[in-house]
């Protein structure tokens, strides 16, 4: 063993460093999941998701993003989209579905899901994502930022890119249900206590100006709530009839507190398992 002080430290560094990710092999699936520590890209064989044909009352949103990612898909220029809006109206599973519908359609499309708290180690990802000849639509769900939260500057480096750019076989999809990806009381306080209030929130609320595309997804009615389940029994092959489906449907929403998209598949996955039909 050496006696020099510097060689044990770079020797102990290098031992407790990560070793280097290996070239990914992106033929390996279509969806991947990106982890840290140790840093890889895990293939996803089989993702969960609904056909986007059974995503109901979401049309003009779904028809956009499906747009968007056609275009990104063929080589074309297209934006960074933010879906934002109530909880359990479909962001992420618009995201899947569309992702699902451009492959089905011929396009090859790789969709890489990143959580938020591993943003810090996008730069690396996006690293490998550059050298691939695939396009990729990375996903972050459920994307939002506290008073304190630093993750918003890693975020910059997938919507902007820096001096490099964002790499072009890569397009950035999140979803929140803050427009603004931070909480509106905190803006407030924000504005409230600083010197140039304009100036205390701009370089977080700017991040959601930096998506080209912004998707409202809002509470939905009776009738809309009513026609998801239908669409489950329909595609499933669910036999109920009418009536105590409708009454079955409405207490349940009734006991939940509310109506969304969420609250209809739970219902449906209620009423399968009871009669017997497997999801």
Same mark, same amino acid.
């Given at each position: ?29 279509? %969806? ?23 995503? $109901? ?11 968007? +990612? ?5 080589? #074309? ?19 899947? %579905? ?73 397009? #950035?999809?999140? +979803? ?34 930096? #998506? ?22 329909? %595609?499933?092959?669910?036999? $109920?009839?009418?009536? +105590? ?9 009734? +006991? ?24």
């Amino acid at each position: 063993m050496t006696d020099d002080p510097m060689e044990r430290i770079a020797a102990a560094l290098e031992r407790i460093s990560p070793a280097p990710l290996a070239t990914p092999d992106f033929d390996a699936a279509d %969806a991947f999941v990106w982890h840290v520590g140790p840093e890889r890209l895990e293939p996803v064989p089989h993702v969960s998701r609904v056909d986007l044909s059974l995503l $109901v009352g979401i049309n003009r949103s779904r028809d956009t993003l499906l747009e968007n +990612t056609l275009r990104f898909a063929k080589g #074309f220029a297209a934006n960074n989209a933010l879906l934002w809006g109530a909880r359990g109206m479909g962001k992420s599973s618009l995201v899947k %579905a569309v992702h699902a519908e451009v492959n089905a359609q011929g396009h090859a499309l790789k969709i890489v899901e990143l959580q938020r708290e591993d943003l810090p180690s996008v730069g690396r990802l996006l690293q490998h994502l550059r050298g691939s000849e695939s396009r990729f639509l990375l996903f972050c769900d459920d994307l939002s930022f506290s008073h304190d939260d630093q993750h918003y500057k890693s975020l910059k480096a997938v919507l902007d890119g820096g001096i490099e750019g964002r790499p072009d076989n890569v397009v #950035f999809y999140a +979803t929140s249900n803050r427009r603004h990806l931070m909480p509106r009381d905190m803006i407030e306080n924000e504005r409230s206590s600083a010197i140039n209030p304009s100036e205390a929130v701009e370089e977080k609320v700017s991040l959601s100006d930096r #998506f080209g595309l912004w998707l409202g997804f809002h509470p939905c009615d009776q009738d809309a709530y009513l026609e998801m389940i239908r669409g489950y029994v329909a %595609a499933y092959g669910v036999d $109920v009839d009418e009536d +105590t489906l409708y009454a079955e449907a409405i207490e349940w929403q009734a +006991t939940r507190g509310g109506r969304s998209g969420r609250v209809a598949w739970q219902y449906f996955t209620d009423l399968a398992g009871r009669k017997g039909v497997s999801l």
